[in-house]
């Protein structure tokens, strides 16, 4: 079975190589050494803490079945991260903005540190206080990182066609290489060197520890505008209005939660429904799949909206269109796959 998702991990990570490199000349930008070197600490530190972030998503159910909780329980779990990001997610980005976003981003190394030091522990009540530090940091990681970037550099007084240049690396690195590395790691300490499902949260407090440490003592801080501070309840009215006042808005959001919603799910079934009974499965291994076909579809999507003939409304409607199929693949195979499993077991 390793052999089957070596050849496939192979063969993606051909086919993205082939995409990245064969991007033109002409997408560099001349930058200054200045730049260079804000835009590499920024991406060290980002790709630190996003390795703290994706060496936990393989084993945090798995983590949790040999504590001996069932679904049930688990999904109380996962709902409670989820929940937590929700509710914080909506005061996290004005409180950063107020108190500093450089202490913001401390904020998410110090909780989500915490967040992993409470999977040691078996006893449900720890658990959960873990995963509701989870969805602060989960919070803080996709609010506070960006917002310090974007006002550092615009104070710092570098070109603003530069800013895309750091975004577009955070991206590759951050949620395409780092993921998928994150997801090797992750199966080496479990599986190679047997240190047990906890050991990827350990090696992510280590991640997330050094990140700190940079910046700490490299950074600066800064704040929002004072002037454009609202309170919670004059932006949740805001946000309303504009609801309220324009129905593509709130078929975009509706749009955005439904495929949030079914990746969510995925993300909360996928252990189970590859090791149903309790089969012994490479977490990681898969992780560092799924990562890379997610990279891979991004540099597909990158390439196809690069083309004016290619309409955002059509692309989506194949997105969403292939994303149902992908779902809907399990459910045709597992009734297809009953009756022959009924007959060979009789």
């Known amino acids: ?66 504590y001996g909780f069932g679904k049930g329980d688990i999904g109380q779990l996962f709902i409670a991260g989820f929940g937590s990001s929700m509710l914080f997610g909506t005061i996290v980005g004005s409180l950063a903005d107020k108190h500093g976003r450089k202490r913001a ?60 240049l750091t975004f577009s690396k955070a991206v590759f690195l951050g949620n395409g290489l780092v993921a998928i590395l994150a997801g090797l790691l ?14 990827p ?38 946000a309303a209005a504009a609801i309220a006042s324009d129905e593509k808005i709130a078929l975009l959001g509706a749009i955005q939660s439904l495929f949030e919603g079914s990746m969510y799910t995925f993300v909360f079934l996928w252990t189970p429904a590859l090791s149903p009974n309790g089969e012994d499965i490479p977490h990681g291994f898969i992780f560092s799949i799924f990562m890379l076909s997610s990279m891979l579809g991004s540099s597909f999507a990158s390439r196809l909206m690069a083309r004016a003939s290619v309409r955002v409304e059509s692309y989506m409607q194949i997105v969403f269109l292939v994303s149902s199929a992908a779902l809907f693949l399990p459910v045709v195979t597992s009734v297809c796959y009953k009756p022959y499993k009924i007959i060979f077991s009789g």
């Open 201 to 238: 949260f350990d090696a992510a407090s280590c991640f997330l520890a050094i990140g700190m440490a940079i910046i700490i003592s490299s950074w600066t801080e800064n704040y929002g505008d004072p002037t454009e501070s609202k309170d919670l309840l004059t932006q949740f009215r805001g």
């Open 1 to 66: 079975m390793e052999l089957f998702y070596l050849i496939v991990f192979g063969a993606l990570g051909v086919i993205v190589a082939t995409l990245e490199l064969s991007k033109n000349n002409k997408d560099r930008i001349n930058t200054s050494s200045a730049f260079n070197s804000f835009k590499n600490n920024y991406l060290l530190v980002y790709s630190l803490m996003m390795a703290g972030d994706w060496l936990q998503g393989p084993y945090v159910y798995y983590l949790y079945t040999t």
């Open 105 to 164: 981003s401390i904020t998410y190394c110090v909780t989500y540190i915490l967040s992993c030091i409470t999977k040691h522990s078996p006893e449900y009540r720890i658990l959960m206080i873990g995963r509701i530090l989870g969805g602060i940091a989960t919070s803080l990681l996709f609010s506070s990182f960006e917002s310090w970037l974007v006002a550092e550099h615009n104070k710092r007084g570098f070109e603003q066609q530069w800013l895309s």
């Open 186 to 199: 992750g199966n080496l300490l479990v599986g190679t060197l047997a240190l047990g499902p906890v050991a």
